[in-house]
Nanobody, 124 residues
Framework: QVQLVESGGGLVQAGGSLRLSCAAS????????MGWFRQAPGKEREFVAA????????NYRDSVKGRFTISRDNAKNTLYLQMNSLKLDDTAVYYC?????????????????WGQGTQVTVSS
């Protein structure tokens, strides 16, 4: 079992930036792929970005490519999501999640541990 705690969310104007963090504890962080997902009101949770166990492979949803960057610091057991050029459509609760293995996935059900989420609100 792993515990995940997100932070860094908030209110930002369109075009602005935020960096989300996800602190992990409870199992060996380096062994597992990690992902960021988001859920807007009335919508299903959707994939945002994922990173392999060593950071060597990343994947993004098309709408955030070139604006968001996922990274991890295995020495600090922390996952990050740098979000630049934020848009109104990026408003959502953002969740970090850990996979049961080293390989990344876009599929929600392939992740077995989730944080409580952090709210990101982009205003015009």
């Amino acid at each position: 079992q792993v515990q995940l705690v997100e932070s860094g969310g908030g209110l930002v104007q369109a075009g602005g930036s935020l960096r989300l963090s996800c602190a992990a504890s409870g199992r060996t962080f380096i062994n597992y792929a990690m992902g960021w997902f988001r859920q807007a009101p009335g919508k299903e949770r959707e994939f945002v970005a994922a990173i392999s166990w060593n950071g060597g492979t990343t994947n993004y949803r098309d709408s955030v490519k070139g604006r968001f960057t996922i990274s991890r610091d295995n020495a600090k057991n922390t996952l990050y999501l740098q979000m630049n050029s934020l848009k109104l459509d990026d408003t959502a609760v953002y969740y970090c999640a850990s996979a049961p293995g080293p390989l990344i996935s876009k599929i929600t059900t392939n992740y077995d541990n989730w944080g409580q989420g952090t709210q990101v609100t982009v205003s015009s």
